[in-house]
């Protein structure tokens, strides 16, 4: 729906304190969200996501690619076994409708920048005449190296702009999380306008804290979605954080805050 939000969520976030796949499913439909998403498919009830995902009128928008996320694309030892991963994935994101697969870069242990996009590159380069052929998204997703995920080498919006260059592929883009690319960087506003033709994917949290989107964290997503929506992008922006009240509320209240209307 061009000029407004299409608003997803991570199935994982809101599934506590009595709440079911199916509940917060459900829930999403009637306030408005477009789509679900998931992490792992071993770790998530998959096939009754998928259904109560169809029965309710939502897409699944996302879920992880390949394991792992410390040792990922950026070790060409990884890259027979991500390659294998990704098709497999690839298969089942074409066979249900799923815009998007995540990927991980890995930590660097040692490895240079440089070298990182290269081998990296190279990893997504591998499949990625699969994912357009299949009409997937891998999205390598951008992480803080800061806080949550020490030594992750994709930690900055212009490296993982180098590696999408690299590889020269429509499916190859970034997932821009908002919350650790203000923990990384801020700026968010201008690196949507500047590098939002690379961002196949977003994701929301309020930091500090990787919690609710209110009124006690720093980042003003109003602005944020309207730079989004600005920038032309059409796909979902899906939350990604641990509700510090009861889960329905805080996806009803994301909701609220995100829908931006162009």
């Not at 990296?120 to 997937?136: D, H, I, Q, W, Y």
């Not at 059409?234 to 509700?243: C, L, M």
Request: aromatic residues 8%; contains cysteine.
């Amino acid at each position: 729906m061009s000029g407004r939000i299409r608003q997803s969520f991570c199935i994982g976030c809101f599934t506590r304190d009595g709440v079911t796949v199916s509940d917060a499913i459900s829930r999403a439909a009637v306030i408005g969200y477009e789509a679900v998403e998931l992490w792992h498919r071993d770790r998530t009830p998959f096939v009754e996501l998928l259904e109560a995902a169809e029965a309710n009128g939502l897409t699944v928008a996302s879920m992880i690619g390949h394991d792992s996320l410390p040792d990922g694309l950026n070790k060409r030892s990884n890259h027979d076994r991500i390659e294998d991963e990704l098709a497999e994935s690839i298969a089942i994101a074409s066979t249900h409708g799923i815009p998007g697969l995540i990927c991980f870069s890995g930590n660097r242990d040692g490895l240079g920048d440089e070298k990182g996009v290269e081998t990296t590159a190279e990893g997504l380069s591998r499949v990625s005449a699969l994912a357009e052929k299949s009409g997937v998204n891998l999205n390598l997703e951008l992480l803080n190296s800061k806080v949550d995920h020490p030594d992750y080498q994709c930690d900055r919006t212009l490296w993982g702009v180098q590696v999408c260059e690299q590889v020269g592929s429509p499916r190859v883009k970034l997932l821009y999380d908002i919350y650790h690319m203000q923990i990384m960087e801020g700026d968010l506003v201008r690196s949507i306008d500047d590098c939002g033709n690379w961002f196949g994917h977003y994701h929301t949290a309020g930091n500090p804290g990787r919690k609710d989107l209110d009124q006690e964290q720093e980042i003003h997503y109003p602005a944020v979605m309207k730079a989004i929506v600005e920038s032309g992008y059409e796909g979902y922006v899906g939350h990604e954080f641990t509700p510090k009240g009861q889960p329905l509320a805080a996806l009803e209240e994301a909701f609220r805050v995100c829908d931006y209307r162009k």
